[in-house]
Structures are given as C-alpha cells and as structure tokens.
C-alpha cells in the first residue's frame, strides 16, 4: 500500500512568489493535517482538514492556506513568501479527524525562499 | 514556547551503550507520541502511550508514561548505529484533540 505521498520533494522560490504543495493521503483516510518543521525544531501545525471541511488551524499568517478535496488529497498554499518561510512542510493523513494511533507522515516538501 | 520540552538536546554515544531521552511538560497530556525522523524524511511513529505509568517495550526501545501523563522517557538498551536520528515527541491534550504538539527533539548519534 502507498504511504501520503508528497510533491514536490524540494522546491526553490524567490521571496513574494507563491507556492502549492500537495498531499495524497493513505487510500482510506479521509483527515490530511499539515505541519511546518524549521531546521531545529519540531513540526508546528498549520493545518487540519477532515472530510474537506477545515477542523483547525494553528498560529499562522492569513497568507497560509489549504483545501481538501473530494478524493481526499490536500493543497497547502503559500502566498508573498518570506524567507522565513522556509522550511519542511509535511503532510499526515489519518482516518479520523481526531488524533489517534494512526496518524502517518509523508516525506515532506523541503521550502527554500531565497 | 513549546508545552513539550525534550532534553538532552544532542546526544552522542558509543555504540552498546545506553541511552534515556526525556520528554516533560507543565500541561496534562490524553495521549504521547515518539516518533523518529531522519534527515530529509518525514517522522515515523514509534508508540503511542495514553495511560499514566504506562511502559510499552519494542524491541530495545522502551517508553514511559508518567504516572500524571505530564512527561515521558525513552530508553534505547544498546544503541546500535541503526538507532541515529531525531527524535520528537508529540502529545494530544484531549481524546478529540485535531493537532499534535511537538517538542523540538533530541538528536541521537551512535558512533560505531
């Protein structure tokens, strides 16, 4: 069975652009959640989608985004990108929209904002 | 400011040796998480602990949860180079909790 898969892998944009990253999560599971993870530190929530409605959202800028959709793969965009920006975006699927045993990750987008 | 605090925060031992991982919070936590994660991939979950005083064993990895579900340990017996990577912990403050929180992770290296 495939994992949540993740793409790009890597990704390179220049500060004020944009960027779409996406999520397929693990066929049955119908919860996607993102997260941030800067160099140094634990992954920080942004995100959490469960059957395509938006469940939560952590602390952050109104120009972080995301959608569900109705084959239950996710978009995270990202609007006027900061350096800051920068980091591994990851991506957990579940098949409920509470956190449970069975929350799995996916390798992650590594974001450079040059 | 992080509600999970893990120390040591760089760990670098032989390998055989033993190793504990520590993982404390202010805050009552409904369930704790141990993930390992290598560089450019994305967390693997270990265990999930959601009773105080709770040990669980996998192999030569054994997990602790305090007895107030405010902290936990992780205890490699050992280490073997296999075991390098970061390791997080994560927790869930309710059963309906949607998010995990994160401590920032103690980075294992086991020399051969």
């Known amino acids: 069975d495939a994992g949540v898969t993740q793409s790009p892998t890597h990704l390179i944009k220049t500060r004020g652009q944009h960027v779409t990253l996406r999520c397929s999560p693990i066929?049955?599971?119908?919860?996607v959640s993102w997260y941030q993870q800067v160099l140094g530190q634990g992954p920080q929530f942004i995100f959490q989608y469960y059957e395509k409605e938006e469940r939560g959202r952590g602390n952050f800028p109104d120009r972080f985004s995301a959608r569900q959709f109705p084959n239950y793969s996710s978009e995270l965009n990202v609007n006027a990108l900061l350096l800051g920006d920068s980091a591994l975006y990851l991506c957990?699927?579940?098949?409920?929209?509470?956190?449970?045993?069975?929350?799995?990750f996916g390798q992650g987008t590594r974001l450079t904002v040059v | 400011t992080q509600l999970l605090e893990q120390s040591p925060q760089f760990l670098s031992i032989q390998e055989g040796e033993n190793l504990t991982v520590y993982c404390n919070s202010s805050s009552v936590f409904s369930s704790l998480q141990w993930y390992r994660q290598e560089p450019g991939e994305g967390p693997v979950l270990l265990v999930t602990?959601?009773?105080?005083?709770e040990v669980k064993k996998l192999k030569r990895l054994t997990f602790q949860f305090g007895d107030a579900r405010k902290d936990s340990s992780l205890h490699i017996t050992a280490a073997q180079p296999g075991d390098t990577g970061l390791y997080l912990c994560a927790g869930a403050q309710s059963r309906n909790d949607y998010k995990l929180s994160f401590g920032a992770g103690t980075t294992v290296t086991v020399r051969a």
């Open positions: 602990v959601v009773t105080g005083g």
């Open positions: 066929s049955g599971h119908k919860s």
């Open positions: 957990a699927s579940g098949p409920q929209g509470i956190v449970n045993t069975e929350a799995f």
